[in-house]
Each structure stands twice: as structure tokens, then as C-alpha cells.
């Protein structure tokens, strides 16, 4: 079974930068749409942006402008870039790939998720 692992979270100050990184076991990014979520303590999770089969992207408009998601195929990896950062970003963030087929059917893959905290 295929598995997402993040990295790229950190603290970092109002206006700032960081990039997250979504790595995963084996090549899907071709064939797969993958998304970041965000989710807050008390909140639900919320779809932060999405590429579908590489190519195509969507962005919650909060984050528009200021995010970008893409993928590099030959490391199987998706990255988000966040730029001009605010304090409600502060939250952890999760890699997705929602609808991946695999020997025993399809499967919604989640990564660990990772902390990113902005200081105003």
C-alpha cells in the first residue's frame, strides 16, 4: 500500500516562507489527484489546495496568491509552497491522495501531518 510522508513544517515569522514536502512509496502522482488539508483543534478538515494528474490546480481562496502546490514525478513528491504567511495558517497540515487503486481496491491515503506555526 502506497504511503504519503510530510516534512517541511517549522515556526517562522509573520511574511514568511516555508515548504512542505509529501513523498510517496511508490509513483502515483501521474495518475492520482493529490491534495493539502489543513485542520485546526475544534475544526474540520479543510481542503488547502489540490493537483489533479499533475496538471490542473485548485486553491482555497484564503491561501490564493500566496500557495503553491506542485509535483516532481521522478522523486514521486508533492511540495506546497507557502509565502506571505499569516497566523492563521498556523495549523497542521496533511497530504492526501484520495482515490488511489491498489491490489485490494481503492484507498484514501492520508500522510502524518506536520506542524507549521506563524509568530506575529
Known amino acids: 500500500q502506497v504511503q504519503l510522508v510530510e516534512s517541511g513544517g517549522g515556526l517562522v515569522q509573520v511574511g514568511g516562507s516555508l515548504r512542505l514536502s509529501c513523498a510517496a512509496s511508490r509513483s502515483i502522482f501521474r495518475t492520482n489527484d493529490m491534495a493539502w488539508y489543513r485542520q485546526a483543534p475544534g475544526k474540520q478538515r479543510e481542503l488547502v489546495a489540490r493537483i489533479r494528474s499533475g496538471s490542473s490546480t485548485y486553491y482555497m481562496d484564503s491561501v490564493k496568491g500566496r500557495f503553491t502546490i506542485s509535483g516532481d514525478s521522478a522523486k514521486n513528491t508533492v511540495y506546497l509552497q507557502m509565502n506571505s504567511l499569516k497566523p492563521e495558517d498556523t495549523v497542521v497540515y496533511y497530504c492526501?491522495?484520495?482515490?488511489?487503486?491498489?491490489?485490494?481496491?481503492?484507498?484514501?491515503?492520508w500522510g502524518q501531518g506536520t506542524q507549521v506555526t506563524v509568530s506575529s
Open positions: 492526501n491522495a484520495p482515490n488511489v487503486l491498489s491490489s485490494t481496491g481503492y484507498v484514501n491515503v
